[in-house]
């Protein structure tokens, strides 16, 4: 339970890569906060741009380290680094494209103390700095079960938003981070620290603004992989309990329809129509969201790919509002 007496300092971690065109946003929500971090730490990972150079500029302005990486490591370890050097119980997280409203951590801190969880989700809203806030928050479409209920629930699906605030302690008992699962390394951890004894405590005021991205059309194909590779991990790691472990699985066999819903499009998008169908049948073991498509793609796996990409632009212009 959370001790009114215990430390509350706090270190902001920013793993960032090629960043330098959202970074100063980052760290400016950061210097603009309510409630000021107690450290900042800002992870160069191996950056080809001028991602340091942005970053030293805030040296000063707000306690913030810089630690520079010689190669790109992926955020999963980039993180780990990050929070093996800080020196406070309480870690933030913040992504290099995205921002915090003025008070965000106020009220992360707040929330903490009131419900005396050891992790924290805030609630976010899609953002483009060029065309303002969406309408919608994450908590819309994604809720944070009731405790009793979260060990089951977080193996079905992620409920953590990736920018939470998390006690050490817990994070350094379970292993932290590992870059094995990077692309789904959030989930991975999350699982751990709950299997731990960690509770998650959902905010309703959303206070993260999460940057709308213009670079891709669809989920990143190292998450969707990554997921699958943790899954079977998972699967392995819970074999002695039948209830959890027929969850994993269904899961699992959910996570690979996924990734071969995946393939079937990109095949598709490269004119690959035999390849297409052929992932595209083994996706039909999917959820009915994923068969729909499925089915699709085994009819007409050119024009299922156009429409898939015309659907995701259509959903990405109207997650923000001017």
Known sequence: ??????????????????????????LASIADQTRLPDAVIVVDDGSTDATRAVAESWVGPLPLTVIGLDINVGPAAARDRAIRAATTPLIALLDADDAWEPEHLETLLAERAASGAEIVSPNAVFWDPARGRGAGTYRDVVTVPPEAEQSDA???????????????????????FRAEFSGSEPWDLWMRMIDAGARVHGVEHATYLYRVATDSVSQSPAAVHSAVALLDDVCHRVANDDRRLAIAVRTLRE????????????????GKVS????????ARRGPIAVRVRACALLFAPTAAR??????????RADAVTR
């Open 275 to 282: 390849t297409a169908r052929r992932h595209a049948f083994k």
């Open 306 to 315: 156009r429409w898939r990409d015309r659907t995701v632009e259509r959903r």
């Open 1 to 26: 339970m959370f001790d009114q007496g215990e430390d509350q300092s706090v270190t902001v971690v920013v793993p960032a890569w090629n960043a330098a065109a959202t970074l100063a946003a980052a």
């Open 255 to 270: 996570m690979r329809a996924r990734r071969d819903l995946m393939l079937a499009y990109e095949a598709a998008g490269d």
């Open 154 to 176: 977080i193996l079905r699906h992620d409920f953590v938003f990736g920018g939470t605030l998390f006690e050490r302690g817990v994070y350094d008992r379970v292993g932290g």
